[in-house]
């Protein structure tokens, strides 16, 4: 009778230490898995191509500086009797006190090749492209460079 409450109260600190012990490791797995999935989230937000555009394109146009967007921007096209610097003229007046904006450009834009236009007063002014880099960050997530930026100029001379 001695030695069954010996070996029952035997298993009963053996559950007891191997509860506590797997609750410990559970516990450090759990809060190590937690910090990776912070970390990744944040690596995962800060390579996305919107927040690319919004960071490094953006700030071009909102800046409202034609001589800036047009260093920025695919060769535009003048006619014979236009000079670079009165379709710079032309472009200051245009952008000044109008709102810039961004959107996804329907139709076009895929995870693999996003494309966003530019917005003027919610009027379309410029398409953006965006290309993978080369080199990636951590986790293997891609990075962003611009690929073009075409303008898009209205020919009906009402802009």
């Known amino acids: 009778m001695l030695k069954t409450k010996k070996k029952i109260k035997g298993y009963w600190i053996f559950l007891i230490i191997w509860s506590v012990l797997l609750t410990v490791v559970l516990t450090v797995a759990l809060v190590r898995f937690y910090g990776f999935l912070g970390d990744y989230q944040t690596v995962f937000e800060e390579t996305r191509p919107a927040l690319y555009q919004q960071n ?23 006619g014979p009797f236009e000079s670079r610097e009165n379709f710079v003229d032309f472009l200051n007046v245009y952008l000044s006190g109008k709102e810039i904006g961004f959107e996804i450009k ?54």
């Not at 490094?56 to 003048?78: C, H, S, Y």
């Not at 965006?130 to 690929?147: H, I, N, Q, V």
């Open 56 to 78: 490094e394109v953006m700030t071009v146009f909102e800046t409202k500086d034609a001589e800036q967007i047009l260093n920025l921007a695919d060769p535009v096209e003048l």
């Open 106 to 159: 329907e139709g076009e834009h895929i995870e693999e090749r996003p494309v966003y236009v530019v917005t003027v007063d919610g009027m379309p002014f410029a398409k953006v492209r965006l290309r993978k880099r080369s080199e990636t960050a951590a986790y293997g997530l891609p990075l962003w460079e611009t690929d073009s930026v075409e303008l898009l100029l209205r020919t009906d001379k009402a802009i």
